[in-house]
């Protein structure tokens, strides 16, 4: 199996996390700030962990409709998709940030802290949730 890299796109920053060589655990890395040079970082780290596949996260509404997130993601995955030189999917990503908030406070991780982890944690879990259901089929 090979590694799967996960972003939790966001206007400021993008959340990253990456799995195991097995698929098996996802585990947070930097966020990447997005800005002009975002697709490069990503292809960097892409090559640097030797990933075969990135997972973009899709936000939608709880009722599953597009918001202005969504539009924004979207965009993203579409520049993502045609620059990189791997498979390139959408994953749905309701409530990882509330999931993310809930966990690091779990783990006793301070508020102000909050704001540079929230990001890659949201990214763990919308990346372990993908690597869980593909290695449950």
Do not use: W
């Amino acid at each position: 199996m090979a590694r799967i890299l996960g972003i939790d796109p966001g206007t400021k920053r993008c959340g990253v996390a990456i799995t195991d060589s097995s698929e098996a655990m996802a585990f947070p890395r930097a966020a990447i700030t997005y800005d002009p040079s975002f697709v490069a970082k990503v292809a960097r780290l892409v090559a640097e962990e030797g990933v075969e596949l990135v997972v973009m996260g899709r936000p939608v509404s709880l009722a599953g409709s597009d918001t202005a997130s969504t539009v924004f993601a979207d965009e993203l995955f579409a520049a993502l998709s045609s620059a990189l030189e791997l498979p390139v999917v959408q994953h749905d990503e309701r409530l990882t940030t509330t999931a993310a908030q809930r966990s690091l406070m779990e783990a006793g991780v301070k508020m102000k802290d909050h704001s540079t982890r929230i990001d890659s944690a949201a990214a763990v879990i919308m990346l372990q949730h993908y690597a869980d259901t593909r290695n449950a089929r």
